[in-house]
């Protein structure tokens, strides 16, 4: 009877609903799939890519990877080196190894899912790295021994293992590996970050500079050996002949290129024009590193400094301030800027963080005397999380007013340091009713007014209930004070949309106000 009530547009519009909705079920159904058979398939001798033994096999592999980038050119340029034959023997034998292992690691795939099926890590595999690392890990001298019967062909072969040293490229995977361990957690967690940066830094430069030396002083004694032999005047030893091609080899890349060892050959002089442009190249990717290095170590101060001269810009434009409120603003400023000396402040953190962060976080972040106010008992976490972008850390200078009776209220303020006193008014009661008034005349004594104000001590919220509009009373600092501000306006904002949350903080206040 529904279906006779319903016309023909609207039965067609069903159709095509119930259509759209069945393709979409059949398009969830093959996700769920995938992502099932990636997580669950699941064959036998994987092993986790994130396992300390494959860690530690990396880690191998990285130091055999940075002999090799050492090793491969010396040989091309200065000879084989006989102690040096057991050591590659044990490389290729290692990289070999290598390649049956990466057919049997898991992996992370675009979707961040860990594959551990063996035919989908063979097929990526071979996608991948693996044409790459057979053709750098093959021992081709050995192999092509019996079947080129010139030697000096297959020692040219021996070329193809530079291919090795493109495998420092997957340094960044295990790199990725070990930031997911928790030996890498802990050591952030105890090492500075401007100290762990500097480190870094360091390492990465003093690396690259010692391997294009290297690199350097090997190549130009393969195009041009005769430069290194007129340079020393006789037929040197290889260790004596590997030092003068150094010296050239720093001279060049540092950009200081005295001239005294010059190349004899045209081979020799192509190379050296090359090199002054990759040590010139060099020479700029330190200068910028090193800046970036000493600027992150004074971005605090240096931002601390932007500000004073946007202050001093702001002074200069009002000459007619008196110099004693010029320097009140500036200490005032100074002040200021040390209690919040860093350039990442907690509300820029807090809005990277997720829900759940921002609940946890903001226990840690709020001091105690935030989190204990009575005006804040019982609120969940997420609640204080929205306080802490909207919270102003600020200061007051010894006999300063912070607020006036009969000032606009404009803002309620926490105590974390110094002390402060009350001298004009009283802070904020409720009003008492008939009752409690026939009560109060009963009592003979009452408790003294408060005149002291100290660290975890609040005054001005019946200003952000909206209880008051104006202060009705006076404080001043009675020494250095450190406070927290919260302005009406953005309290109000931040919880126009939770009226229960409001009512339970009024309530609470009125509740830390009555006499026990």
């Known amino acids: 009877m529904i279906e006779a009530s319903l016309s023909a547009q609207d ?7 119930v259509n759209f909705a069945q393709r979409m079920l059949e398009a ?62 044990v490389c290729d034998v290692f990289f070999l190894v290598d390649i049956g292992l990466n057919f049997r690691t898991t992996y992370m795939n675009t979707w961040d899912v860990c594959v551990v099926d063996g035919s989908q890590i063979a097929c990526n595999y071979l996608k991948t790295w693996f044409l790459l690392d057979l053709v750098s890990s093959v021992p081709w001298d050995l192999a092509s021994a019996g079947l080129l019967p010139n030697m000096q062909a297959a020692r040219l072969l021996k070329i193809a293992k530079i291919a090795k040293v493109m495998k420092l490229l997957r340094i960044r995977r295990l790199f990725i590996a070990i930031a997911d361990t928790d030996f890498w957690e802990w050591l952030e967690d105890r090492v500075p ?13 003093f690396f690259v500079f010692t391997l294009l030396c290297h690199w350097l002083t090997c190549f130009l004694s393969t195009f041009d050996s005769d430069a290194i032999d007129l340079y020393l005047e006789s037929e040197a030893e290889q260790p004596r002949r590997y030092l003068t091609a150094l010296y050239w080899a720093v001279t060049t890349t540092t950009t200081v290129g005295f001239g005294d060892l010059t190349p004899k050959s045209d081979a020799g002089r192509v190379f050296t024009m090359f090199a002054m442009i990759i ?71 807090m809005h990277e963080l997720s829900h759940e962060l921002r609940c946890e976080v903001a226990f840690y972040v709020l001091p105690e005397h935030v989190r204990f106010n009575p005006m804040f008992n019982n609120l969940h ?25 009969g000032d606009p209220g404009v803002a309620m303020y926490i105590m974390l340091e110094g002390v402060a006193k009350i001298t004009n ?92």
């Open 11 to 17: 039965l067609q519009e069903r159709d095509e609903l």
């Open 28 to 89: 969830t159904k093959k996700n769920v799939n995938f992502f099932s058979s990636a997580r669950r398939k699941r064959t036998c001798c994987i092993l986790p890519h994130t396992s300390s033994v494959r860690v530690a096999w990396d880690l191998l592999s990285m130091l055999l990877l940075f002999y090799a980038a050492v090793s491969l050119p010396l040989s091309l340029g200065f000879g084989e080196l006989s102690y040096l034959y057991l050591i590659d023997q």
């Open 193 to 205: 970050r401007h100290l762990h940066q500097a480190l870094a830094k360091s390492a990465r430069l």
């Open 279 to 349: 040590g010139s190249a060099f020479y700029g990717y330190a200068v910028g590193v090193i800046t970036s290095f000493v600027f992150n170590l004074e971005v605090d101060v240096q931002a601390q400094h932007d500000l004073r001269e946007k202050l001093e810009l702001w002074l200069s434009r009002h000459n007619s301030m008196p110099v004693v409120l010029r320097k009140r603003i500036r200490r005032h400023h100074k002040r200021n800027s040390r209690c919040a000396n860093t350039v990442v402040t907690n509300a820029t953190m």
């Open 381 to 405: 976490s997420s609640a204080l999380a929205t306080l802490v972008d909207v919270l102003k850390k600020i200061t007051a200078n010894r006999k300063e007013t912070i607020v006036g009776a």
């Open 425 to 516: 008014g009283a802070l904020w009661a409720p009003e008492e009713d008939d009752s409690k008034q026939k009560l109060s005349q009963r009592k003979t004594t009452s408790p003294p007014a408060r005149s002291k104000l100290k660290a975890g001590d609040s005054f001005g919220e019946e200003i952000i209930f909206g209880l008051e509009e104006f202060y009705k009373y006076t404080i001043v600092a009675d020494s250095d004070v450190v406070m927290y501000e919260l302005l009406e306006d953005e309290f109000k904002q931040r919880f126009k949309n939770l009226p229960d949350l409001l009512r339970l903080m009024v309530s609470n206040y009125r509740n830390s106000k009555c006499p026990s």
